[in-house]
């Protein structure tokens, strides 16, 4: 049974800085691209960071490029989004999510292309 189990959320004030990490389990964490997705009260889930399967490859989207960072250890099966300079409007659940198996070392940022899912973590940021 594959797990994705996310922790490091919280309320910071803006300009402050988190750190998100997500366990997997069941499943074979090296041949699965990783990403994090959010969603906002009355929005739809989105796209904010991918990383390949080496790690040697990441994706952002524009709302957070500059400040957020996503990187994976493979040996602890575990992938992490480092966000600073937090601003209210990054205020959501965030989720960690698995795309895979795959055969080749690239990133993805559709949401479809994901089929394992953590339950989420709230990021509340303060103005």
């Known amino acids: 049974q594959v797990q994705l189990v996310e922790s490091g959320g919280g309320l910071v004030q803006a300009g402050g800085s988190l750190r998100l990490s997500c366990a997997s389990s069941g499943l074979t964490f090296t041949i699965y691209v990783m990403g994090w997705f959010r969603q906002a009260p009355g929005k739809e889930r989105e796209f904010v960071a991918a990383v390949s399967r080496s790690g040697g490859k990441t994706a952002a989207a524009d709302s957070v490029k500059g400040r957020f960072t996503i990187s994976r250890d493979n040996n602890k099966n575990t992938v992490y989004l480092q966000m600073n300079s937090l601003k209210p409007e990054d205020t959501a659940v965030y989720y960690c999510?698995?795309?895979?198996?795959?055969?080749?070392?690239?990133?993805?940022?559709?949401?479809?292309?994901?089929?394992?899912w953590g339950q989420g973590t709230q990021v509340t940021v303060s103005s």
């Open positions: 999510a698995a795309s895979g198996p795959l055969g080749g070392d690239y990133v993805r940022n559709l949401l479809a292309n994901y089929n394992y």
